[in-house]
T-cell receptor, first 109, second 114 residues
Framework: QKEVEQDPGPLSVPEGAIVSLNCTYS??????FMWYRQYSRKGPELLMY????GNKEDGRFTAQVDKSSKYISLFIRDSQPSDSATYLC?????????FGGGTRLMVKP | NAGVTQTPKFRILKIGQSMTLQCTQD?????MYWYRQDPGMGLKLIYY???????DKGEVPNGYNVSRSTTEDFPLRLELAAPSQTSVYFC?????????????FGPGTRLTVL
């Protein structure tokens, strides 16, 4: 079983939709969970992180961790075409990050 | 600050050729990483370094070598290129390994081995 798994998509939504991106993870010892955003032909950049369980909100973005079900979610409200990118979830495994495979999101005007 | 820079941006190699992918960061970060990204497969860690002179293997180190003689530079060496090494290679750096370990990525090198 992979440590972090994501549905690869692509996920296509109309502008203004609420988007839900999800990951599952296998090791209940993980504490920090991150979401990286990667635009086409660019390197990933950190979008948000959460610690342990609960929600964290930043503008239109909300990151949520459910440790009981080992589920990580990223919600995007009022999605914009500029949100079209690949979203990678990750956790910190000591000296390194372990990434999911990424979900490609397309927001159509 | 330029952040993390990588050269070259693109390269085509023939099977058996060698090359070095260059990575430089100007943020005085101790931690540096090399990843490869295949379509739909996320990022796989090849090698990482916790400081000058110290390197360690990641998940997929076979066919690659690294060195870290300075804080700024972390080159990745491919000795005998194989088609399986066709990928996009990203270098990253971070100031810490703890907490959420924000890593800053370079723009990537697209490598094709024919």
């Amino acid at each position: 079983q992979k440590e972090v798994e994501q549905d690869p998509g692509p996920l296509s939504v109309p502008e203004g939709a609420i988007v839900s991106l999800n990951c599952t993870y296998s090791n209940s010892a993980f504490q920090y969970f991150m979401w990286y955003r990667q635009y086409s032909r660019k390197g990933p950049e950190l979008l948000m992180y959460t610690y342990s369980s609960g929600n964290k909100e930043d503008g239109r973005f909300t990151a949520q961790v459910d440790k009981s079900s080992k589920y990580i979610s990223l919600f995007i409200r009022d999605s914009q075409p500029s949100d079209s990118a690949t979203y990678l979830c990750a956790h910190n495994a000591g000296n390194m990050l372990t990434f999911g495979g990424g979900t490609r999101l397309m927001v159509k005007p | 600050n330029a952040g993390v820079t990588q050269t070259p941006k693109f390269r085509i190699l023939k099977i058996g050729q060698s090359m070095t992918l260059q990575c430089t960061q100007d943020m005085n970060h101790n931690y540096m990483y090399w990843y490869r990204q295949d379509p739909g497969m996320g990022l796989k860690l090849i090698y990482y370094s916790v400081g000058a002179g110290i390197t360690d293997k990641g998940e997929v180190p076979n066919g690659y070598n690294v060195s870290r003689s300075t804080t700024e530079d972390f080159p990745l060496r491919l000795e005998l290129a194989a088609p399986s090494q066709t990928s996009v290679y990203f270098c990253a750096s971070s100031g810490t390994s703890g907490g959420y370990n924000e890593q800053f990525f370079g723009p990537g090198t697209r490598l094709t081995v024919l």
